[in-house]
C-alpha cells in the first residue's frame, strides 16, 4: 500500500517541497547536501585507513607513546571556509 510510489506521487512530493522552502532555497540546501555528504564519505575514508594502518589489540597499554598527531579537516573545493583542526576523543575508560 505504502511502498508503491509512481511517478504522479514524486510529482506531487516535489511541488510540496518547492511550496514549503521556495526554489530560492532549494539549491543552497542541495549544495549543502552535497557538501555534508563529501565530508562524510571522506572521513569515513579516513577512519577506514586510519583502523586499518595503526589497528592494535584491544586492552593493549599505550606504554608511553606519544598520542597521535592533530587531524585537520580540509574545506571542499570550492568552500569559502578554510580548513579547521578536529580533537580527537580520547578514551576515557581506560583504567
Known sequence: M???LGAPE???????VIL????KKLPDMARSL????????SEAKA????GSSTATPAGSPNN?????????IQAAP???T??????????TTKA
Open 2 to 4: 505504502f511502498g508503491r
Open 10 to 16: 514524486i510529482i506531487l512530493i516535489l511541488v510540496v
Open 64 to 72: 608511553g607513546e606519544q598520542p597521535p598527531a592533530q587531524r585537520t
Open 82 to 91: 578554510s580548513s579547521r583542526p578536529v580533537n580527537e576523543p580520547t578514551d
Open 47 to 50: 577512519m577506514k585507513e586510519e
Open 20 to 23: 514549503l522552502f521556495g526554489a
Open 34 to 41: 552535497g557538501k555534508s555528504a563529501r565530508i562524510l564519505k
Open 78 to 80: 570550492g568552500d569559502v
